[in-house]
């Protein structure tokens, strides 16, 4: 797959409709900064997850009991990579 990503883009410089979309709190901080990702959109999820299902490994975590919350495992992993304010930590 294809994708151009986009890294420390100033959310003055968005469009206003990529403005629109974004956290109010985020496009009425001075300076804020966001990563920016274009490529092309997948199937409807359903046909994604069909195409995958009959993979044996398709679900092979579902029982794991520290990834019910999937976002917060994903935050607590990457969050030694990256400070507060969403730059890199390269220390």
Same mark, same amino acid.
């Given at each position: !797959?294809?994708?151009?990503? /986009? ?6 410089? /968005?469009?206003?409709?990529? #403005?629109d979309r974004l956290d109010p709190? /985020? ?5 804020? #900064? ?22 044996? /490994?398709?679900? !092979? ?5 520290? !990834? ?6 994903? #935050? ?11 730059? #890199?930590?390269?220390?």
């Amino acid at each position: !797959m294809n994708a151009v990503v /986009l890294e420390h883009v100033s959310v003055a410089e /968005l469009p206003q409709a990529w #403005r629109d979309r974004l956290d109010p709190a /985020l496009t009425d901080s001075a300076g804020a #900064r966001v990563t920016v990702r274009i490529e092309a959109e997948h199937a409807a999820v359903g046909q994604a997850a069909a195409e995958f299902a009959d993979d044996p /490994l398709f679900g !092979m975590w579902r029982d794991r009991e520290d !990834m019910a919350d999937v976002a917060g495992y994903v #935050r607590r992993l990457r969050a030694p990579r990256f400070d507060a304010d969403g730059s #890199r930590n390269d220390s």
